[in-house]
């Protein structure tokens, strides 16, 4: 089992900035991806950016150019910086980490949420 906890959502106003944190409860170097996801109430949850093991990095078309995804291994963390944010971000953010058995089945672990609002 992992635990994953999430940290840095808030009230922001359009055009500005925050950094979302997820740490994990233990190492993820053998995972096979980590990264964030959002959700809207009636909607369904969309992929926002995921690190793959090995680097490869993945982001939704509308995150591109203003969000960015890095990770952490010493201290198990992974990080979303989203720049000028648009009050269509406005989710709860969270946090996925996947891994893979010899069998080749995944398995995901999910952070509680984070609230992101962009308003003025």
Sequence with gaps: QVQLV?????LVQPGGS????CAASRSTISMYSMGWYRQVPGKQRELVAVIISGGA???????????????????????????????EDTAVYLCNLRTRDYSGRYYDYWG?????????
Excluded: C, W
């Design 18 to 21: 925050l950094r979302l944190s």
């Design 6 to 10: 999430e940290s840095g959502g808030g």
């Design 57 to 87: 990095i993945n982001y939704a078309d509308s995150g591109k150019g203003r969000f960015t995804i890095s990770r952490d291994n010493a201290k198990n963390t992974v990080h979303l910086q989203m720049d000028s944010l648009k009050p």
């Design 112 to 120: 509680q949420g984070t609230q992101v609002t962009v308003s003025s």
